[in-house]
Nanobody
Framework: VQLQASGGGLVQAGGSLRLSCAAS???????MGWFRQAPGKELEFVAA????????YYADSAKGRSTIFRDNGKNTVYLQMNSLKPEDTAVYYC??????????????????WGQGTQVTVSS
C-alpha cells in the first residue's frame, strides 16, 4: 500500500482546505486516518473513516469543522477542513490501517503512511 497526500497550502484563518490521499494497493477494506504534527509537537489524531465510509471518528479539535470521506472507486480519502485556525497549522499525514474492517484511532494501529502535506493557517 502506498499513499500520496496532497491539497495542503497557505490559507487565512476562517478559510477552507480539502486534503486528498490517493492510495495504491488494497485499501478498500481498511480504515483510513488523518493525523497531523505541528512543529515541536507529537503526531496527533485528526479523523478516521472505516472501510465503507459508514463510520467516522474525529478528534475534539476537528469536530464540527472537518469532514472525512472516501471514494473507494477512486481509492482516495479526503479531509475537508473548514473554519481553519492558526493552531491547525501542521503537516498532515494520511494513513491506512494495518488490519481490515475496523476503525482505530491510535497512530500505532496504522501501518501505511503518506508523505505528508503542509497546512499553514495565517491569522
Amino acid at each position: 500500500v502506498q499513499l500520496q497526500a496532497s491539497g495542503g497550502g497557505l490559507v487565512q484563518a476562517g478559510g477552507s482546505l480539502r486534503l486528498s490521499c490517493a492510495a495504491s494497493g488494497r485499501t478498500f477494506s481498511r480504515a483510513m486516518g488523518w493525523f497531523r504534527q505541528a512543529p515541536g509537537k507529537e503526531l496527533e489524531f485528526v479523523a478516521a473513516i472505516n472501510w465503507n465510509g459508514g463510520s467516522t471518528y474525529y478528534a475534539d479539535s476537528a469536530k464540527g469543522r472537518s469532514t472525512i470521506f472516501r471514494d473507494n472507486g477512486k481509492n482516495t480519502v479526503y479531509l475537508q477542513m473548514n473554519s481553519l485556525k492558526p493552531e491547525d497549522t501542521a503537516v498532515y499525514y494520511c494513513a491506512a490501517d494495518q488490519l481490515q474492517f475496523r476503525l482505530p484511532t491510535s497512530k500505532n494501529e496504522y501501518a501505511y503512511w503518506g508523505q505528508g502535506t503542509q497546512v499553514t493557517v495565517s491569522s
